[in-house]
C-alpha cells in the first residue's frame, strides 16, 4: 500500500536532518511507526518480547544496528532512552535515531530528561486534510501570518458528511472499516487499553467496568471545563458510596500516559492583557471516534440529536464531538507552524473561545466553531469582545463551521467550512 504522508512528515523534513534524536510521541495506532519507518536505515521493535528482552539485557547493543534508526516502543526498555541520550552527546550529527512511543514511562524510568539532546514530536491522528476527503484552500499558517487577506473555495461537504468522519475515527487502519467492523475495533482499541494498556503503566485496576463508565463520563464532557468531581458524579450516578477523588485523578494521569486523553489547555496570555480567565482545561480524547463509541452513538443517533453532555457548556453531544474534531485539524497544523493551541473562558463564563492558536511571539490566532453552515452576530460576539482587548495582537479571527464557502464577513472575521482547512 502506498503511504500517505502526514502534516508531521512536514516537521520531520524540517527537523531530523539537523537534530540528531526525535521521540514521536502519540497513542497507538495513529501512524507513528509507519512515518518514522519511511526515513530510517533500520529498526529495533521492542515490541517483541525476545527483541526486548536481548536489548534489556544490554541496552548498548541498539547503537550496533546502524544510523539512521528507529527504535519502536522504546518505553519498553526506557533504559535505551539513556543509551541514545550519550550517543548524541558523543555525536550530534543530525538524522540519527526515531524513538516510538505509544506511552509515557514510569517517572524516573529515565535517568535524564533529555532536553537539548533528543527533540518531541506529538503525533495526532488524522485531520481532515490527511484524510482527502477534500481539496483544502484555507491555509491555517496563512492566517497566522496575519494578513487577513481575502478567502475562497467552496466545499460540498454536509452535515451528515462531517459527522460520518466524527465516527469514522482518524486512526489510519480504521478508516477503511464500516459498520459492525469499525464499531468492533473501537471497541477491541478501547477495552485493550483497559484490560492491557493500563496494568502495563503500573495502574491495577480491580474493576475495569469502573474505568470504562469514567471514560464515558468523560466523552461526555468532551469540549467542556466540567470538573473531574462532575465526570466522577457522571461515571457513578445513583452510587452513595462514590470513588475517592484520588481514582479519578489517576484514571486521568494513567491515561494521559498512553496518550488517550488530549485536553486543551487554558490559554494564559503574558501581562495583564487579560484578567479573570479559568485555568480549567477542556477535555478531549484523542479521537472523537472514542468518545462517540464511548457514548454509544452513531451517525444517525447523533444526526438525530441524542446524547447529553457533562460539564458547564451548554450544547448538543453532536455540537461538542464537531469541536472536538475541528480541535484535531487545528492542533496538528499549528504544531507544525510552530504554534500552541489553547482555549479562553472567563472565570464567571460571559465570554469563551474555543480555540486560541498562539505564536511565540505571542500574537494570536482566535477560532470559533459552530456546528451550522451560517454564520450571525452572535456568533461572532466573543471574536469581536477579544479583537476589543488584544488591538494588533490578534492576528486574526474565524468562525470553522459546516457551510459551503469560505469567505470574510463586513465585519473582517473569517468563516471557513472545516472541509477546506489545510494545514
Known amino acids: 500500500m502506498e503511504y500517505a504522508r502526514r502534516i508531521l512528515d512536514d516537521e520531520l523534513d524540517e527537523l531530523f536532518g539537523q537534530v540528531p534524536a526525535i521521540a514521536i510521541d502519540g497513542p497507538k495506532g495513529v501512524g507513528k511507526t509507519t512515518t518514522a519507518e519511511q526515513r530510517v536505515a533500520a529498526v529495533v521493535r521492542l515490541d517483541s518480547k525476545a527483541i526486548r528482552e536481548s536489548i ?6 541498539v547503537l550496533a544496528r546502524g544510523r539512521s534508526l528507529l527504535i519502536d516502543e522504546w518505553q519498553k526498555v526506557p533504559e535505551v532512552w539513556d543509551v541514545v541520550r550519550r550517543a548524541v552527546d558523543a555525536d550530534p550529527t543530525g538524522g540519527q535515531f526515531l524513538l516510538v512511543g505509544s506511552a509515557s514511562p514510569a517517572s524516573g524510568a529515565t535517568a535524564h530528561s533529555g532536553a537539548g539532546r533528543i527533540g518531541r514530536l506529538r503525533m495526532r491522528p488524522m485531520t481532515l486534510s490527511e484524510r482527502g476527503v477534500m481539496q483544502p484552500t484555507v491555509s491555517l499558517r496563512g492566517l497566522l501570518g496575519g494578513g487577513r487577506g481575502p478567502l475562497a473555495g467552496s466545499c460540498p461537504l454536509t452535515l451528515s458528511d462531517y459527522v460520518e468522519e466524527i465516527v469514522a475515527s482518524g486512526f489510519p487502519a480504521m478508516r477503511p472499516l464500516v459498520g459492525r ?3 468492533f475495533q473501537l471497541d477491541s482499541y478501547l477495552r485493550n487499553a483497559v484490560d492491557r494498556d493500563v496494568p502495563e503503566q503500573g495502574l491495577a485496576v480491580r474493576k475495569p467496568e469502573a474505568m470504562l463508565a469514567w471514560l464515558r463520563a468523560y466523552a461526555a464532557a468532551t469540549a467542556t471545563t466540567a470538573s473531574y468531581a462532575q465526570i466522577l458524579d457522571a461515571a457513578t450516578p445513583g452510587q452513595g ?11 486521568r494521569d494513567v491515561l494521559s500516559s498512553l496518550w488517550l486523553l488530549d485536553p486543551v489547555p487554558a490559554w494564559a496570555p503574558t501581562g495583564s492583557l487579560l484578567t479573570r480567565l479559568g485555568q480549567t482545561p477542556k477535555h478531549h480524547l484523542a479521537d472523537p471516534a472514542l468518545a462517540a463509541r464511548l457514548l454509544g452513538l452513531s451517525r444517525d443517533a447523533l444526526l438525530d440529536g441524542v446524547g447529553t453532555s457533562v460539564g458547564p457548556q451548554a450544547g448538543s453531544v453532536l455540537g461538542h464531538l464537531f469541536e472536538s474534531l475541528v480541535t484535531l485539524c487545528v492542533r496538528v497544523p499549528a504544531q507544525a507552524a510552530e504554534a500552541t493551541v489553547g482555549h479562553l473562558r472567563t472565570r464567571n463564563g460571559d465570554h469563551e473561545v474555543d480555540l486560541v492558536v498562539v505564536r511565540d511571539d505571542g500574537r494570536a490566532l482566535a477560532v470559533e ?3 451550522a453552515n451560517t454564520v450571525t452576530d452572535q456568533d461572532t460576539k466573543h471574536l469581536h469582545w477579544l479583537a476589543d482587548r488584544m488591538g494588533d495582537k490578534l492576528l486574526d479571527a ?3 463551521n459546516t457551510g459551503p464557502n469560505a469567505y470574510r464577513r463586513p465585519d473582517g472575521i473569517a468563516v471557513v467550512p472545516l472541509g477546506l482547512l489545510a494545514p
Open 56 to 61: 534489556a539485557a544490554e541496552p548498548e547493543q
Open 181 to 183: 467492523s469499525r464499531r
Open 241 to 251: 458510596d462514590k470513588p475517592a477523588r484520588s481514582t479519578s485523578i489517576a484514571y
Open 369 to 371: 466553531t459552530k456546528l
Open 398 to 400: 474565524v468562525v470553522i
